[in-house]
Structure formats: C-alpha cells, structure tokens
C-alpha cells in the first residue's frame, strides 16, 4: 500500500493543528489523508481505495455523499439557511417526521452533535427530578462533556472505579457520575439504593456499541424502565447510533421499552451535522424555547438547513426503500460469512453484531459488559484490523471498534471483505 502522500500531508497537518486530527481517536496507525469518498467507498491522497466500514464511526447509513440526500441539502440551500428568529418550514417537517417514528418522542429539539444532546437531556433530567446523581455503565460513551467523560475505554484496573477521561474535568461532575455494569440490573438497583433519592437518571446506550456490540440481556432494558419508575429517576436512552440505524423508531421501537428521553444523531442526516434531545411532552415543555420553561436551551446553529434538510431526506429514503432490509441482510450475510471462516479455521472467536453492525472479538464466549472485554486479543484485533486495510477494507484500527455497513455497500462487497478476511485470519493464525 503505497501511502507517501498521506506521509507528506501529516507532515504538514500537525504544523497547523495539535497531532493533525481534529477528534483524538482519529490518530491511528497508518495515518492516511482521505481525499475522496462515494457510495461504500472511500479514497486516500494516494489514491488508495477502501471498502468503508468506519462509516465515520456511524452517520454514513445509506452511504458516503448519497446523492438524493446532498441534492435535497442543495435544494434547501438555493432558498433558505438559517434565520437566529422564528421556526422553518423545514423544522417543522423534521420534528413531525421525528415525533411520528420514535416512540419516546412526543416533542423534539434540534442542536448540532451528539455531545450537546446527551448534556441537554441530563440537564432537563435534573430539573425534572431536582436531584443531581447519574447513573451510566462502564464502557458507553455519550460524548466529551463533563457529565459523562469518565469510566469510557478504562484500563482493566481502573473498571469501576474513578476514571475521569480528561484533565480539567470538574470534580462535582465526574462524582456525580455512579459507574455501573452492563446487563447487571442487581447493581443498578444497589446503586439506587445506596444513593436514595439522588439519583436524577440513567443514560445507556441500548446497545453499547462504543465497545463495539454488547447486546442487552432479554429484559436488561426493561429491568432499566421499571428501576427508573420505582425511584423516580428519568431513564434516557443514548441512541446517537442506534437510533435510525436499526429502525426508524431506534432500538426503542425494536426493544419495545420507551425511555423518558431519547438522544439522536450521526444516521439521522446520513453524514449532515445534526442531532436531537426528544422525549414525554410534559418533561420537554420544561426547556426555555417553550415561554416559562426554566430549562436552559440555545444553540446559534440548531436547526439549520443543512441538518434539517438532510434529515428529512434521510428519513424519507429510510420509509421508501427498503434501506434497513438491504443492510441487515448484508449484516447477516457479513457475520454468517465469518462465522464459516472461523470454523473452516478451527478458530475461536466471537462475531457480535446486529443488523448492519458488527464486529469479531478475538474471544471464546459472547462478553455481557466491558470487563469481559478485556478477554479480547486487543494485538489481534488491531493487527488484523490493520491487515485488511492494507487490503483496501477500511476497519478502524482500534480495539474494540465496530463495523458499519450502509446502504450502497453490495453484496459483491461484502463477499470481497469476507475473502479477505479468511486470507488474513490465515496469515494471523
Ligand atoms: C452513543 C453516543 N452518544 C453521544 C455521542 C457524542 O456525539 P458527538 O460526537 O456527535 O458529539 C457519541 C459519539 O460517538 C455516541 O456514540
């Protein structure tokens, strides 16, 4: 794989800009400059190209630069951006669409990245409550905010225990912040317990795929509503990726467990910023948009065309086309294909997925939560995951990472990446 252009660039990224990357997880090995994405694909400055599984870590569910989204994007632009007063015609569009699909969503409010939804819905679940605590498990991740940077991808001897993830964290914050296990719902209700009536909400991804894809036990979610209903404590489901990407209801719809309040991101605009803090109409009408409501909320760039237009377009695919059909039968095929591979290679593994997220743990039993992810072969997950982008499948290479697959990915694609991955594996083993 030839990559001196991408080694020249870098080169010249980190003058301008502290390790080159504007997001700390993107500087990885090999560091390559991507100039070029389209469908399933994506180009690096050497002109390399790759199968994409990275997805950019999710947005991209019906494909990179989808042309029926980026025209209806255009379109929005030759008329109409952002006013800073008032409503849009396409703001109103977006919510109905929003309210209509997501079970939890009796109102919707838009702001621009995951990050600001989780810290708006846990600041309204304060105010509901008038109480401070939060419960969230060891090994999601609800973006960079104080409230929720602690006990992420921890070092096995820091599980549980107090792992803020920055420096300049407040200390209020991350004590605030109760670490529990991941499908142990006896914890949770000691945590409860042992912080009586503190306890403002619970955050969890459904599925906590920032560990890659840990499926919650039958009646795990479910176990999560009804603690939250004994303690009078908000229950907000984090679907920043599961939401849109396994249904247009998220994995709420597909659960059939309906939280308080729900946040939404990366597929809801195929690629677009935007994103959404929605949930019971009692409990939005507390946000200041709505006059006399006390619950602080603003955003110079919340609701502007581009994430909006973008968003109904994406929606409207997803409604039209068989868009989810397409990509979990892709999904299935992925992890059917490399179950085979691991059995002709007498190997053991565990391949973890649902519908077009996957990924294989170098590991010989399905894990539950993140302590049994540190049963993982980390060296061969990266190793492997490195080798197949020598190949041209882009995976990132990081431990415990998942794989998207989207919309424009074929079926020749995922028969190309299987072929791979069985040359690899025999290389590896
Ligand atoms: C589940 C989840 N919540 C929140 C976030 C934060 O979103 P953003 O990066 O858009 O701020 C992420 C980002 O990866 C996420 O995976």
């Not at 921890?154 to 605030?176: L, T, Y």
């Not at 949770?188 to 795929?209: C, D, G, L, S, Y």
């Not at 990726?241 to 939404?264: E, N, S």
Request: glycine residues 8%.
């Amino acid at each position: 794989m030839l990559n001196t252009k991408s080694k020249e660039l870098y080169e010249e990224a980190i003058k301008y800009t502290p390790g080159g990357v504007h997001t700390s997880i993107r500087n990885v090995d090999p560091h390559l400059i991507f100039t070029k994405s389209e469908g399933a694909y994506i180009y690096d400055a050497d002109g390399n190209k790759y199968v994409d599984y990275q997805s950019a870590f999710g947005p991209y569910i019906l494909g990179h630069n989808y042309k029926a989204v980026n025209d209806r994007v255009i379109e929005a632009l030759s008329t109409t951006d952002l006013y800073g007063v008032g409503t849009t015609d396409l703001e109103i569009k977006c919510a109905d669409k929003i309210t209509k699909n997501v079970p939890s969503a009796d109102q919707v409010l838009f702001c621009n990245s995951g990050s600001e939804a989780t810290y708006h819905a846990i600041r309204l679940s304060r105010a509901i409550t008038n109480r401070t605590k939060l419960i969230k498990f060891q090994g999601c991740y609800h973006g960079w905010h104080d409230y929720v940077a602690r006990n992420m991808l921890s070092a096995p001897d820091m599980i549980g225990k107090r792992d803020p993830g920055s420096a300049g964290m407040m200390d209020e914050a991350i004590d605030n912040t109760l670490i529990c296990t991941f499908n142990d719902l006896d914890d949770v209700a000691a945590t409860f317990h042992k912080n009586k009536n503190e306890v403002a909400a619970i955050i969890v991804e459904p599925i906590p795929h920032n560990i890659g894809c840990v499926m919650p036990e039958d009646g795990f979610l479910q176990g999560l509503r009804d603690l939250c209903d004994e303690n009078n404590a908000v229950l907000i489901f984090d679907e920043v990726i599961t939401g849109f990407r396994h249904d247009l209801g998220g994995f709420q719809k597909v659960a059939g467990v309906t939280p308080d309040l729900t946040t939404m991101g990366k597929a809801m605009a195929n690629g677009f910023p935007m994103a959404a803090v929605a949930g019971k109409k009692e409990y939005m009408e507390r946000y200041n948009t709505n006059p006399g409501g006390d619950v602080w909320f603003a955003g110079t760039y919340n609701g502007h065309a581009v994430g909006t237009s973008a968003t109904i377009a994406t929606m409207e695919i997803m409604e039209t086309e068989p868009v989810h059909k397409h990509i979990f039968e892709l999904g299935d095929r992925m992890r059917n294909g490399i179950r085979e591979i691991h059995e002709r290679l007498g190997m053991k593994a565990y391949v973890a997925g649902f519908g077009s997220v996957w990924t294989t743990y170098f590991m010989d039993f399905e894990p539950k939560n993140y302590t049994d992810l540190m049963k993982n072969d980390a060296e061969m997950y990266v190793s492997y995951r490195k080798k197949l982008i020598e190949r041209g499948f882009f995976k990132m290479p990081m431990n415990i990472k998942r794989n998207h697959i989207s919309y424009s990915h074929t079926k020749e694609d995922i028969d190309n990446t299987l072929q791979a991955i069985e040359d690899v594996l025999k290389e590896l083993i």
